[in-house]
């Protein structure tokens, strides 16, 4: 089954740091570029960050530039994304889907794959 999960979220208080994983199974994450989506309630979904497949490039948006930082392992099909310095405003569910990753942003891509989502919540 082709899938992607994400885990990793929980409680942090506002100045904490979070690392969430994104796994794949079915097929070869190596492939393809991932990105990281959130959406706060009541919000739009948001793309943050994106790495391309081979880690040559990624993208950052500016409200997480300098505190989240994405990496991935390809032999182990995960893709990772280490949020520093957490605010209230971080608060969401935070969702991984293959995406095409350039130097200026997200694009969707063939696959489309997404997570079910995994819920970050900061406060004290």
């Known amino acids: 089954q082709v899938q992607l999960v994400e885990s990793g979220g929980g409680l942090v208080q506002p100045g904490g740091s979070l690392t969430l994983s994104c796994t794949a199974s079915?097929?070869?994450?190596?492939?393809?570029?991932v990105a990281w989506f959130r959406q706060a309630p009541g919000k739009e979904r948001e793309g943050i960050s994106c790495?391309?497949?081979?880690?040559?490039?990624?993208y950052y948006t500016n409200s997480v530039k300098g505190r989240f930082s994405i990496s991935r392992d390809n032999a182990k099909n995960m893709v990772y994304l280490q949020m520093n310095s957490l605010k209230p405003e971080d608060a969401a569910v935070y969702y991984c889907?293959?995406?095409?990753?350039?130097?200026?942003?997200?694009?969707?891509?063939?696959?489309?794959?997404w997570g079910q989502g995994t819920l970050v919540t900061v406060s004290s």
């Open positions: 889907a293959t995406s095409v990753c350039v130097q200026r942003g997200i694009w969707p891509d063939a696959l489309n794959k």
């Open positions: 079915g097929f070869d994450l190596g492939t393809y570029g």
């Open positions: 790495v391309n497949y081979n880690s040559e490039t990624t």
